[in-house]
């Protein structure tokens, strides 16, 4: 990987590439050009597209990466005032391993049974010299296995010396619980009879098998072969040189008498150490027989109804005929159980085996029924006894593979798990097998390649990430990514390590070499860096002398070139640099570099796993930390004690990687056996305490101070790195923070996001007094009032969030402070709605203003001086006058009638004024509308005389027919509740016709007369 600086600058390019090459696409999409071309050429764009995107995403990923690089505080060393520590880190369980280790065992002899009745089964097995049990810590449709020792230590028995012998478990007392039976050589078949709460052994004539003789070799299971409902016994043993079955019955009182049934003769050589399982795997109702042998293989016999049948020919699902583990190689001492471990109705197959040198990667193996006796083998982590092992000599390297933005593990190993991808999704790693994974068959056709110890870089910066192995026979082999795709490079002159020795690896088909041979170096761990700032990435090797070498690139970044200096003290690892390295402290032993800046100082620091030696009582196997005291130019590294992780197994090799999303590094170590052991990190966060008032912040009032009390803490003294504080829902341009500088902490407010950093490692004190001085400003338009509503002012609410990072960079307890940014209260005027008059042609009009006028601040006093003045007379020239808060307009001497208007002020104590317009409705003469139609419709339903009930509202109104009789007649008519509605005085309907109406008034107007029409 390339300098910060340097893949900042390739992102920047990469992504303008990017964005102008998906505009380019999206417009000829929308234009309709896209589809005219041909369809080689829209693949080829979509392809580029996806190309630039996938560089993108590595690019990002190794800017990640760098910053991750960064995120350590080292262990300053211990003879410093303060010394820091990483951690603890704190050695997890199998079960809280992501990549958990396998279940120990050899030539395990395994039985199911629900041991401790919870509904899923455990697993007791015969092993080296004592019974284990497996104990079921998931359920019953997914298992997941955990050792919990021998079975005498869990469950009161008397233990027997048990080598590898299969228990047997079954009802045999008939009194409900499972009693337990174990084959053996020299003392015949032992029996411990279940008391409920205890095992006791029972010999001679109390064990009912007692008079049952053996050979070598033996091994028991239980079946009511005979269908009365007791178990009957199944007998194999081993007995002049091949298999031997026999038959046991029990009569139902626990006697067991030898029986002969329709067994298959299994005496030939090929039958010895047979494990026999009855049970109906073909699902036909009939029992079948499976044997394990000593060989590699696992029989199948048929019952047909006349005995049991061997069938050696492949599995027929669909028939259902041939041997369904026909293919299985699980190399000797192959002892099989069936059992439904994942709860779908149908068995399954565990088997224990002896394991081929340097493959202990499962104590059981794991066989999934997927059906019509379809078996699937399960391994690593899908075998619920397996784990990510790889034999031997592991490696663990984290890297995101996939680009997905999540760290995967390549696990490198040596003889068949070379070289293991596990894809990381959702935090659980699961393999990647076969063609699915990038490193698929890569190694094929090398004719000497044992192990991989993997570094998975980008070592020419063309964007995407290239593979470098080292190997246990001191080899480096290249492989180069072309678009995402890994071919192994011809170890010639254009091979940037071709220089560092002797070719090696023929491939057996070209005859041309693909690795170089580091000369005097075994088992080479190997890691790039760049050691001298020089913008490209530099070679260390760990070696079995107990040193690191150095190649440095005399290249460039793009194109590599590495070479030993000759001068060995420009190796910053050298002997004459590193007193350990020249005092033997690491015994000649292997050595397994890491580079990672811890400090913070912009260098790279080392971590280096291998094995000590001071004297023969000081010795052991570490992870040790190396300090770049000197500069990024001239790198000076000093060990730091004490180590890392002081106890690991023996050739430990370290990988880091935030698993648990914390925000600091864990450790995985792998070691010569080929396991991962996992250490999380359980430092203690920084926390931040802050008063939890609402700051109350006046607009245009300057910086105020967020919290002049604020508390810094971590409970085991680290130094703080970094700090951030933020300013949540940011307004850019309107808002800032900023705070008094101390050394070392510098920082910088960044006004885009809202987020001031802090950084410098220093102590808790220094940033807690940085900290307190942090001000807010806000310099943003004023949040106006907020009107309609009394005494509310308008405000901004915002958060202010401290962050403070110790040298773990584990994610703090933040703190959290609300502001309310308040603006300057504005004052509202008073409010007054429209208002209408109405007087008659020389009247007047009066209205008290007082009632109508509100003010929200309660400012208004209608009595003050000026609080309702006239700023427009009626146009009419009557007189409009203001008497208090009373207002008159007075139309006497006038012969105006009709609609105008006048407008008047209200104004409060703080000077807020509202203009409003009165309207003034002036009524002239009655009017009279001599029609009406009384018929319903809504229309002219009675005799209208408008305005009679103002001008006249003392009256009489009479109405005569043709003939001029009266037949209507009444006092005060006023168009509403007095009126005529084309009805006699007697109530009777008057007939359509014209009639004759009189209007007398009491109060001086003319008496008014006319004809009206009626028509219904």
Same mark, same amino acid.
């Not at 299969?166 to 045999?172: I, N, R, S, T």
């Not at 009107?787 to 009394?790: L, S």
């Not at 020389?842 to 209205?847: L, P, T, V």
């Given at each position: 990987m390339g300098s910060a600086q340097h893949i900042s600058q390739l992102f920047r390019k990469k992504l303008t590439q990017w964005e102008n090459h998906k505009l380019q696409v999206k417009s000829d999409i929308h234009s309709g050009k896209f589809y005219r071309f041909k369809s080689g050429k829209r693949q080829s764009l979509i392809s580029k597209l996806h190309r630039l995107t996938r560089r993108l995403n590595k690019l990002q990923w190794q800017m990640q990466l760098a910053a991750l690089g960064g995120t350590l505080v080292a262990l300053t060393p211990f003879d410093k005032v303060q010394a820091q520590e990483l951690g603890p880190f704190i050695k997890k369980s199998r079960l809280e391993n992501p990549l958990r280790t396998p279940l120990s065992g050899y030539a395990m002899k395994p039985t199911a049974i629900d041991l401790d009745n919870d509904g899923d089964y455990d697993i007791v097995s015969g092993n080296s010299d004592f019974l284990q049990v497996f104990k079921n810590v998931g359920d019953n449709t997914t298992p997941i296995f955990e050792d919990i020792g021998s079975l005498s230590d869990n469950y009161n028995y008397t233990p027997a010396s048990l080598p590898h012998?299969?228990?047997?478990?079954?009802?045999?007392?008939?009194?409900?619980?499972?009693?337990?039976?174990?084959a053996t050589y020299n003392s015949g078949i032992i029996y411990y009879r279940n008391d409920g709460s205890s095992y006791t052994q029972l010999t001679g004539p109390s064990n009912p098998f007692n008079s049952i003789s053996i050979s070598t070799f033996p091994s028991i299971s239980f079946i009511d072969y005979d269908g009365d409902t007791d178990f009957d016994l199944l007998v194999a043993d081993t007995y002049s040189g091949g298999g031997r079955l026999q038959y046991f019955r029990n009569d139902g009182s626990s006697t067991f008498t030898p029986t002969a049934i329709p067994l298959p003769d299994i005496s030939d050589g090929y039958f010895r150490r047979p494990v026999p399982i009855i049970s109906d795997i073909d699902e036909d109702g009939f029992p079948d027989l499976t044997i394990g042998t000593r060989d590699d293989n696992i029989r199948f016999f048929e019952d047909t109804g006349g005995g049991f049948v061997e069938d050696v020919n492949p599995w027929n699902s669909a028939n259902k005929t041939?041997?369904?583990?026909?293919?299985?190689?699980?190399?000797?001492?192959?002892?099989?159980?069936f059992v439904d471990l994942d709860g779908d109705g149908d068995l399954d197959l565990i088997a224990g085996y002896v394991q081929f040198f340097f493959q202990n990667v499962e104590a059981v193996a794991y066989f999934e029924n997927k059906g019509d006796a379809v078996f699937e083998r399960k391994v690593f982590l899908d075998n619920p006894f397996g784990g990510a092992a790889t034999g031997a000599d592991g490696v663990p390297y984290f890297v995101d593979v996939d680009e997905d933005g999540t760290l995967d593990a390549l696990l490198g190993g040596k003889y068949g798990n070379t070289l293991t991808y596990y894809k990381n999704v959702g935090g659980v790693f699961q393999q990647e097998l076969?063609?699915?994974s990038p490193f698929y068959n890569i190694l094929a056709g090398l004719s000497y390649f044992t192990s991989a110890k993997p570094v998975y870089v980008d070592i020419d910066n063309d964007g995407d990430l290239d593979l470098i192995l080292g190997d246990y026979n001191g080899n480096i082999t290249f492989f180069l990514s072309d678009d995402d795709v890994l071919s192994k490079q011809v170890m010639d002159a254009s091979n940037p390590f071709f220089d560092l020795g002797p070719p090696r690896n023929k491939d057996v088909y070209s005859g041309l070499y693909y690795s170089v041979h580091i000369v005097g170096n075994?088992?080479?761990? %190997? =890691?790039?860096?760049? %050691? =001298?700032?020089?913008?490209?990435?530099?070679?260390?090797?760990g070696n079995h002398e107990g040193t690191v070498d150095f190649y440095r690139n005399t290249g460039t970044a793009t194109s590599p070139h590495f070479e030993k200096p000759l001068d060995p003290t420009e190796n910053p690892l050298d002997k004459s640099h590193i007193p350990e390295f020249d005092n033997n402290f690491f015994d000649y032993s292997d050595t397994q570099p890491k580079f990672i800046d811890l400090d913070h100082d912009g260098d790279a620091d080392l971590i280096l796993g291998g094995h000590y030696y001071v004297n023969d009582s000081f010795y052991g196997d570490a992870i040790f930390y190396f300090e770049n005291v000197g500069t990024p130019e001239a790198a000076s590294f000093e060990m730091q004690t004490p180590a890392l992780l002081p106890y690991t197994y023996r050739n430990p090799n370290p990988g880091l990687i935030d698993m648990d999303g914390d925000g600091d590094l864990d450790i995985f170590v792998g070691d010569d056996y080929g396991i991962f052991e996992f250490y999380l990190n359980e430092n203690p966060a920084a926390v931040t305490t802050i008063n939890t008032s609402v700051i109350e912040y006046q607009f245009n009032t300057g910086p105020v101070t967020v919290d002049a009390t604020l508390t810094v803490a971590d409970s085991d003294d680290d130094d703080i790195v970094s700090a951030t504080v933020t300013i949540q829902n940011f307004q850019p341009g309107n808002e800032a923070l900023s705070f008094t500088a101390q050394a070392p902490v510098t920082g910088d407010f960044d006004a885009s996001t809202g987020v001031l950093t802090l950084t410098g490692s220093a102590s808790v004190d220094i940033y807690q007094t940085i900290l307190r001085t942090v001000a807010y400003s806000y310099t943003g338009p004023d949040p106006g009032a907020r009107?309609?509503?009394?005494n509310?002012?308008?405000s901004l609410a915002r958060s202010i969030v401290f962050r403070a990072f110790d040298s773990d960079l584990t994610s703090p307890v933040s703190a959290t402070r609300s502001l309310n940014i308040i603006g300057t209260a504005v004052n509202q005027p008073p409010s007054l709605n429209s208002i209408t008059l109405s007087t008659v042609i020389?009247?007047?009009?009066?209205?008290d203003l007082a009632p109508l006028i509100s003010d929200s601040e309660g400012n208004f006093d209608p009595t003050a001086d000026g609080a309702i003045t006239i700023i427009a007379q009626p146009q009419s020239g009557a007189v409009a006058s203001i008497s208090g808060s009373v207002l008159t307009v007075n139309y006497s001497g006038l012969s105006f009638s009709g609609n105008e208007s006048l407008q008047i002020r209200a104004c409060d104590l703080a000077g807020g004024c509202t203009d409003v317009i009165v309207n003034v409705s002036v009524i002239g003469e009655v009017v009279v509308y001599n029609g009406i139609s009384p018929n319903g419709d809504e229309f002219n339903q009675f005799f209208n005389i408008e305005n009679i009930e103002i001008l006249g509202p003392e009256n009489k109104v009479s109405i005569f027919n043709r003939w001029g009789d009266r037949i209507f007649e009444m006092d005060n008519y006023n168009n509403d509740d007095r009126r005529f509605e084309g009805l006699s005085d007697g109530g009777k309907e008057l007939p359509s016709g014209v009639y004759f109406y009189k209007i007398e008034f009491t109060n001086g107007l003319p008496e008014l007369q006319g004809y009206l029409t009626l028509k219904r």
């Open positions: 012998y299969k228990p047997a478990f079954a009802d045999v007392d008939g009194d409900g619980d499972m009693d337990l039976a174990v041939g041997n369904p583990f026909y293919g299985i190689d699980l190399n000797r001492d192959v002892s099989p159980e076969g063609p699915s075994s088992n080479t761990a %190997i =890691d790039l860096v760049d %050691i =001298d700032n020089d913008g490209d990435l530099d070679l260390f090797s009107k309609g509503k009394t509310r002012v308008k020389q009247g007047s009009a009066s209205i």
